[in-house]
C-alpha cells in the first residue's frame, strides 16, 4: 500500500468531512472504511438529520453548526441534500434552556420567530398543544439533512480533490501500528480514527470507559393518505423541550414517513452484534407520544424503523484529540447524539489542529471526558 500524509479510518460523517477537507488543503489521505459512507450500522445511517443552531447557552456547538451549514451548502449536490424545513422548537416561559437558546441565537444574529400558542395552533395546527405557558422558537432557516446521501456526496466531492478510497477493516490500536484485519500494515504520517461506536472497541484501554454507545430507535410513519400537512413547507422539523421523554420529529420527505425518535440514552449497544429490531416497547412509546402530541398519527401505518446508537462521551462534547502516547494517531469521536450536522466543522476543526497547530478548545480534549456520564450537551 502506498505511503500517504493522513490516513483516516471510518467513513462516518467526522471521517468523511475530516479526509475531505484535508483533501481540499492539498495533502495525500486515503479514506478506509469497512463496509461503506453512511453504511446502515452507522450513527451517520439513516435517512435524515435535524440541522438547527439552538445549544441554549453553549455558542461553541451554534457556532459550530453554523459554519457547519455553510460548510455543507458548498456540496455540488447541497440543493439535494439539505432541505430547509425549518427547525421549531417548543418551549415553556420558565425554561432556563430554551430562554438561553434564544438569547444567544440572537446574539449571533440566527434568524428565529417567536410564536405563541395561538400562533404555533394556527400555523401548525398537526400538533395539539396545550393552552398556558408554551410558546414556539422557530429558526426558518435551518432544516435537514439527507444524512445517508449526505455522507456519500462528501466522499464523492473528495474523490473529485484526490482523495483514495478502500474498503477495508482495521485491529484494535497496537502500541503505535495500525493493521488492517487482513494483517497489512498502514504507512501515514498521520492518523486519524474516527470510528464511531467501533472507537472504544479499537482502543479499550484508553476509551472502553469514556465512550459508551448507546441504543436508539427512530421510527417512520405514514400519513393519512392524501394529507399533504406533514410535508414541508406544512410541517417543520421539530424538537419537543416540553416533554421529558426528549421527542423530536422530521417531516414527510420524500415521502418516506414523518420520523419520530425520543432523545433519551438507551441501554449500551454493542455495534457488531446487538440487535437492530425496534422493540414493541419503544413502537409503544413514539405512539404514545404521537396520541398526545400530533393526534392526526396516532393510529399511522408504521411504515420503517431504525436502530443506530449515540457514541456518548461524559458530557456530550466531542472527542477530537491526539492520542496521548502517540501523537500522529488523532482521535475523533463522541458524537453524542448531536454531531452529524457538525461533521464539516469538525473535519476544518481537525484540518487546523493537524496542519497548522492552531488553538485547541478544551472541551474537545481526551482529559475532559470522564468516566462518570453528566451530560450538559443537548
Known amino acids: 500500500m502506498a505511503v500517504y500524509d493522513v490516513i483516516v479510518i471510518g467513513a462516518g460523517v467526522f471521517g468523511s468531512c475530516t479526509a475531505w477537507r484535508l483533501c481540499r488543503a492539498g495533502r495525500r489521505v486515503l479514506l478506509l472504511d469497512a463496509w461503506g459512507p453512511g453504511h446502515s450500522r452507522s450513527s451517520s445511517g439513516d435517512e435524515s438529520r435535524i440541522i438547527r443552531m439552538g445549544y441554549g ?5 451554534t457556532r459550530m453548526a453554523m459554519r457547519s451549514l455553510a460548510l455543507w451548502k458548498e456540496l455540488p449536490d447541497a440543493a439535494s441534500l439539505f432541505h430547509q424545513t425549518g427547525v421549531l422548537w417548543l418551549a415553556r416561559t420558565y425554561d432556563a434552556y430554551s430562554a438561553a437558546s434564544q438569547a444567544a441565537l440572537h446574539q449571533l444574529g440566527v434568524r428565529t420567530e417567536i410564536l405563541s400558542v395561538a400562533e404555533l ?16 422558537i422557530l429558526e426558518p432557516e435551518s432544516g435537514v439533512l439527507l444524512a445517508r446521501r449526505a455522507v456519500n456526496a462528501v466522499v464523492r466531492d473528495g474523490l473529485s480533490h484526490g482523495l483514495h478510497y478502500e474498503i477495508a477493516a482495521v485491529q484494535p490500536f497496537d502500541r503505535g501500528v495500525v493493521r488492517t ?3 497489512e500494515t498502514l504507512q501515514a504520517a498521520q492518523f486519524v480514527f474516527a470510528c464511531g461506536p467501533w472507537l472504544p472497541k479499537l482502543f479499550p484501554e484508553l476509551l472502553g470507559r ?23 413547507p406544512h410541517f417543520p422539523a421539530w424538537i419537543d423541550f416540553t416533554d421529558p421523554r426528549g421527542p423530536y420529529g422530521v417531516p414527510d420527505l420524500e415521502s418516506r414517513g414523518v420520523k419520530i425518535g425520543l432523545d433519551r440514552h438507551g441501554p449500551h449497544f454493542d455495534p457488531d452484534s446487538d440487535d437492530r429490531q425496534a422493540t414493541a ?23 420503517e424503523t431504525r436502530v443506530c446508537q449515540y457514541g456518548n462521551t461524559s458530557s456530550g462534547d466531542f472527542l477530537l484529540d491526539r492520542h496521548p502516547e502517540f501523537p500522529h494517531v ?25 496542519l497548522q497547530n492552531a488553538p485547541a478548545e478544551p472541551r474537545f480534549s481526551l482529559a475532559a471526558k470522564q468516566e462518570e456520564p453528566r451530560r450538559t450537551v443537548y
Not at 447557552?57 to 456547538?61: E, I, K, P, Q, R
Request: proline fraction near 8%.
Open 281 to 303: 416497547a419503544g413502537i409503544h412509546a413514539a405512539r404514545e407520544f404521537l396520541a398526545e402530541r400530533i393526534p392526526a398519527l396516532s393510529n399511522a401505518l408504521l411504515t
Open 121 to 136: 395552533s394556527e400555523r401548525y395546527s398537526q400538533f395539539h398543544l396545550p393552552e398556558g405557558d408554551l410558546y414556539g
Open 57 to 61: 447557552a453553549d455558542t461553541l456547538y
Open 330 to 354: 488523532w482521535l475523533a469521536g463522541g458524537g453524542s447524539g448531536h454531531g452529524f450536522k457538525q461533521g464539516p466543522a469538525v473535519g476544518e476543526y481537525l484540518c487546523s489542529q493537524m
Open 210 to 232: 469514556r465512550i459508551d454507545p448507546t441504543r436508539q430507535e427512530v421510527f417512520y410513519f405514514a400519513p393519512p393518505p392524501g394529507d399533504a400537512r406533514f410535508h414541508p
Open 181 to 183: 484485519a487482513a494483517g
